[in-house]
């Protein structure tokens, strides 16, 4: 055994770490954190100095097992987990659960994999550092608190399954009061004035006027100003400029810039940064400082000198402008400059060359520009045109990289011919454009990034969590609708003459942006209404402030603990006392034939509509809204509608067809048992029965066989996960090697045999007998797989030490029990709620061993 034991986070990681340390170190894995609070419970005893109590999962115990032996056979421990809190937190939970002694066991950290940074560390090791470990733990648990709290008071009063969280709903909120500013938003009408001149050369450039015309009127009148005036330059100045690189990469700026330039969305962009780092090839990339290290300066210098010339360099010392930053890590950057691309596939090049360029165009010169203003003067009028122009003297960091912008209004400016003032110009067109101002621009991922680290909400490891989280329970999804058409006017100067033209432009379009859906906008609705405090920016804020207080030994963490909850958890008691259901609804109407009102609101399976209420002796009439639709926008006429399907239009050899809309959207039901879903282009209201016809023959030619293979009829189809064929109750995923629509024969048989193949080889155990079996899985994992039941083994579990007993009793605790008869409801009173005990005022460190 070896005398020392690193232990670090991830399998990656330590098989890089262990290349660069000798024979007398081994570095193994904790597979991110051993313990955290119990999943089914909240593990908080807030009556108790709010102590969380840790657990080590199951699929982690027989890992905690083997490092805690190897501990025991090991010198000295090195515990070698993230810079961040959250890697302080999993390195005091390895000294915990595996009963380090603090005489053995050190601490290092190292902002990058390098064979340089790992000997240094091993040369400088510290102590765990209990602040870290104490704000990690603020967080942990205050957000613990939050969501086990309030999410069981949404199952009752809003939706099952809906959760709450301290950051998340925050994002949800920004999200929604955005969308709501798009859609309150009333645009208004000028006309923009461009203008093309041109010199006694024949030179011609661009100038526009500096403000917008407010009228058609005031438009043509001023068009009509100009028809015989004659223009000369009135002003021309040009003034020397420069133009500075930004500072390389955080992690909410490379989430940006990655999003703008690559078209990453935020957590493409951290699994991409986390698969470079652990390869050794960029520093740490959580982190929202933007310093650079003496000996990453120096290296920069030598390279920019080396590849560009000594003009080129210039070293510059940047400050971050992001509220509480923690930990003073580097910025992102590349380990070695002298690598100008490197990455295993073509996305990790391509983000590691964007990480490249931004960090070596940090310690280069300015560019040196020369910018011209020309006023234009006309003798008619005295609205003057403007033209402005830029030349590049020196390109300096403009060599390697300019920084991308979120601002799709940004005109970039041009060259300008030679000019002098009094200088005249003939004009070849001016053009009077309509023009119409625009609503607020919906969040992308990327500048909701922005948009939450200016406010001081969440870190650097919190944003892409965030952002996934908020889609995954549908509060938020990328938007799809491209717009509508608009028209608008264009009048057009040229030759004495004015052109009159009507142009048609798409607006509205929410595609790729961050939209709420009808579940985000009830669940924020409740939580603004009834949690507003929580909910609150500057809140949100001052709890990520006192978490880096924390930090930094400034403020005890049950204190800060304490001071939260005796104000939130009387806001929770009450609002599950006395709270109203209905939260959500829309009165749109009375029904002319019942009388009953009629009603918009979130349902078990979504928005719906309904005629009635619960307390009618008739029951209700309800109907899904169409995925278009949303219960804050759809109208009494839309709804009314809802309520002629279902529709029979036809019938189809010998059978009804029939348009209808489900919980899962609009569908053509023909044959009783076949359904096809419409296409998001088709409305179940107007759909005819040609175009159901069209959509029922496109299904059936779909699930028409295309080859017999060993007598089983082979299909093909397109899914969620691309294109497949299915034979024999298997779904084969067909790769872009082949031509989906023109498969040979022999392609569909090579398809099959080989994953026949792959299913033979995944197969580790099978218990035909008992119907069990032992599964290859991803990542280097196995299932013990029964039926519809799977249990995944931990990476450190061998699969063929498994004994069918093991297996089936693994089987048992993991299969859904059968729930027992309801039992009737009796009244019981209602038991006081406990007096919480004030937490003590004791300095309160994490335990130590």
Request: aromatic content about 8%.
């Amino acid at each position: 055994m070896a005398k020392n034991l690193v232990i670090v986070e991830s399998p990656a990681k330590a098989k890089t770490i262990e290349k660069f340390l000798g024979k007398d170190y081994k570095v193994a894995s904790s597979f991110g954190h051993i313990a955290d609070l119990p999943a089914k419970e909240l593990g908080v005893a807030v009556d108790k100095d709010f102590e969380p109590k840790y657990i080590v999962s199951s699929d982690k115990k027989d890992l905690v097992k083997k490092l805690k032996k190897m501990a025991a056979e090991s010198e000295t421990v090195w515990l070698a987990s993230d810079e961040d809190r959250e890697g302080e937190a999993i390195a005091w939970h390895l000294a915990e659960q595996l009963d380090l002694k603090e005489e053995n066991t050190k601490r290092i950290v190292f902002n990058a994999i390098t064979k340089s940074a790992v000997q240094h560390a091993i040369d400088n090791p510290r102590t765990i550092d209990y602040d870290l470990v104490n704000a990690q733990q603020a967080r942990r648990v205050l957000d613990r608190i939050v969501g086990y709290e309030i999410s069981p008071i949404l199952w009752r009063k809003v939706k099952g399954g809906a959760s709450a969280g301290r950051v998340q709903s925050v994002a949800v909120r920004l999200i929604v009061e955005r969308e709501d500013e798009v859609l309150n938003f009333k645009p208004q009408a000028s006309y923009r004035v461009d203008a093309v001149f041109e010199t006694a050369d024949g030179s011609s450039f661009k100038a526009k006027l500096p403000s917008n015309i407010k009228s058609r009127k005031a438009a043509e009148e001023f068009l009509g100003l100009n028809k015989k005036a004659k223009f000369k330059i009135a002003d021309l100045t040009k003034k020397p400029a420069k133009k500075s690189p930004a500072p390389p990469f955080t992690t909410s700026t490379l989430q940006q810039e990655a999003s703008r330039k690559l078209f990453f969305n935020v957590s493409r962009t951290m699994q991409l940064a986390q698969r470079l780092y652990e390869a050794g090839l960029i520093t740490y990339m959580r982190t929202d400082s933007v310093n650079l290290s003496k000996e990453a300066k120096s290296s920069a210098s030598a390279e920019i000198q080396k590849a560009y010339g000594k003009e080129f360099h210039k070293e510059r010392n940047y400050k971050g402008k992001s509220k509480g930053a923690q930990e003073a890590h580097e910025a992102i950057r590349p380990t070695d400059f002298a690598l100008h691309s490197a990455g295993a596939d073509r996305d990790q090049t391509r983000l590691y060359e964007l990480i490249w360029k931004r960090a070596i165009a940090s310690q280069m010169s300015d560019a040196q520009l020369e910018r011209t203003n020309v006023v234009i003067e006309a003798d008619t009028h005295d609205k003057n045109f403007t033209a402005n122009g830029e030349i590049v003297k020196f390109e300096g960091f403009l060599k390697v990289y300019l920084e991308s912008t979120d601002d799709e209004d940004l005109e970039q400016q041009g060259l300008l011919p030679e000019l002098k003032t009094g200088q005249s110009l003939s004009n070849k067109r001016i053009v009077a454009t309509e023009r119409f101002t625009r609503p607020p621009y919906r969040y992308t991922e990327a500048s909701l990034v922005k948009k939450l680290e200016e406010l001081g909400i969440g870190r650097p490891s919190t944003y892409a969590p965030t952002i996934t989280t908020i889609q995954n329970r549908k509060y938020v999804q990328k938007g799809i609708n491209t717009g509508e058409e608009r028209s608008y006017a264009q009048l057009t100067l040229a030759d004495g003459e004015v052109q009159e033209e009507t142009l048609t432009e798409t607006t509205g379009s929410d595609k790729g942006k961050l939209v709420p859906t009808d579940v985000g906008r009830v669940v924020n609705e409740f939580l603004v209404e009834h949690f507003g405090n929580i909910l609150d920016y500057n809140f949100t804020a001052k709890v990520e402030e006192s978490f880096d207080n924390i930090a930094e030994g400034k403020e005890e963490w049950k204190d800060m603990m304490d001071h939260f909850y005796k104000d939130f958890h009387p806001t929770v008691t009450d609002v599950a006392e006395n709270a109203e259901r209905e939260v959500g609804e829309r009165i749109l109407g009375t029904d002319s034939k019942t009388g009953k009102p009629i009603s918009v609101r979130l349902g078990r399976f979504g928005p719906m509509a309904q005629i009635g209420t619960v307390e009618d002796e008739e029951k209700p009439q309800f109907a899904s809204l169409l995925p278009s639709q949303s219960l804050n926008t759809v109208t009494l006429e839309e709804v009314m509608d809802l309520f002629k399907l279902p529709r029979t239009v036809g019938e189809y050899n010998g059978h009804p067809v029939e348009v209808n809309q489900g919980r899962f959207g609009p569908y053509v039901k023909f044959n009783e048992k076949t359904f096809v879903s419409l296409e998001d282009t088709d409305d179940p209201l107007t759909l005819t029965f040609d175009r159901a016809a069209e959509l029922i023959a496109q299904k059936e030619k779909a699930d028409a066989p295309i080859y017999m293979y060993d007598e089983q009829p082979v299909t093909k189809g397109v899914g969620r996960f691309g294109p497949y064929i299915k034979w024999a109750g298997m779904f084969i995923s067909v790769n872009k090697k082949y031509d989906f629509d023109n498969l040979t024969n022999d392609d569909i048989e090579t398809l099959i045999k080989d994953k026949i193949q792959k299913e033979k080889d995944k197969l580790i155990v099978d218990w035909e007998d008992e119907g069990i079996r032992i599964e290859k899985a991803r990542w280097g994992r196995h299932n013990i797989i029964k039926g519809k039941t799977k249990v995944e083994l931990a990476k450190t579990i061998d699969p063929l030490k498994i004994t069918l007993e093991k297996a089936k009793e693994m089987i048992a605790k993991k299969a859904p029990k059968k729930k027992a008869a309801a039992k009737k409801k009796t009244a019981t009173k209602k038991k006081a709620a406990p007096k919480k005990k004030a937490a003590t005022k004791t300095k309160s460190k994490a335990k130590k061993k």
